[in-house]
């Protein structure tokens, strides 16, 4: 259990994670990689030594038009995600998808305050 205590400040992060779908209707997951991880439907956020201190869960995803690394369009799986009681002053802060797809990128509790996203980027 991650629970805080009640005296201890936290913030809730928020954000997406983004996935290339075969489909521009329904969300069938290009990269069969990572639907396990998926699958699992947890979010998880890790202190600034790595260790789990919050968790989440993906919503049901939507399908937009997004662009890959090389400008291409193709559709996007968007699962939106919202984790509360994050510690803090424990950052940087990382968060992973089904304990596999991990942020590169850390963040602080400032940048939390805009959703954070993680895989290719949307368009719409």
Same mark, same amino acid.
């Given at each position: 259990?991650?629970?805080s205590?009640p005296d201890?400040?936290?913030?809730?992060v928020t954000?997406?994670f983004?996935a290339?779908s075969?489909?521009e209707?329904?969300c069938e997951?290009?990269?069969g990689a990572?639907?396990?991880a998926?699958?699992d439907?947890q #979010?998880?956020?890790h202190?600034?030594?790595?260790?789990?201190i919050?968790? *989440?869960q993906l919503a049901?995803p939507?399908? &937009?038009? !997004?662009?890959?690394?090389?400008?291409?369009?193709l559709? #996007?799986c968007v699962?939106e995600?919202?984790?509360?009681?994050v510690?803090s *002053?424990?950052?940087p802060?990382?968060f992973a &998808?089904g !304990?596999?797809?991990?942020?590169?990128?850390?963040?602080?509790?400032?940048?939390?305050k805009?959703p954070?996203?993680?895989?290719?980027?949307r368009?719409?």
């Amino acid at each position: 259990d991650f629970s805080s205590p009640p005296d201890e400040a936290t913030f809730v992060v928020t954000g997406q994670f983004l996935a290339p779908s075969s489909s521009e209707t329904e969300c069938e997951l290009l990269w069969g990689a990572w639907q396990d991880a998926i699958d699992d439907g947890q #979010v998880t956020v890790h202190d600034g030594a790595g260790d789990a201190i919050a968790l *989440g869960q993906l919503a049901a995803p939507t399908v &937009v038009d !997004g662009v890959n690394s090389e400008g291409d369009e193709l559709p #996007v799986c968007v699962y939106e995600y919202r984790v509360e009681d994050v510690p803090s *002053g424990v950052g940087p802060y990382t968060f992973a &998808v089904g !304990g596999e797809l991990e942020s590169v990128q850390r963040f602080t509790e400032d940048d939390a305050k805009s959703p954070l996203s993680i895989g290719v980027d949307r368009t719409g």
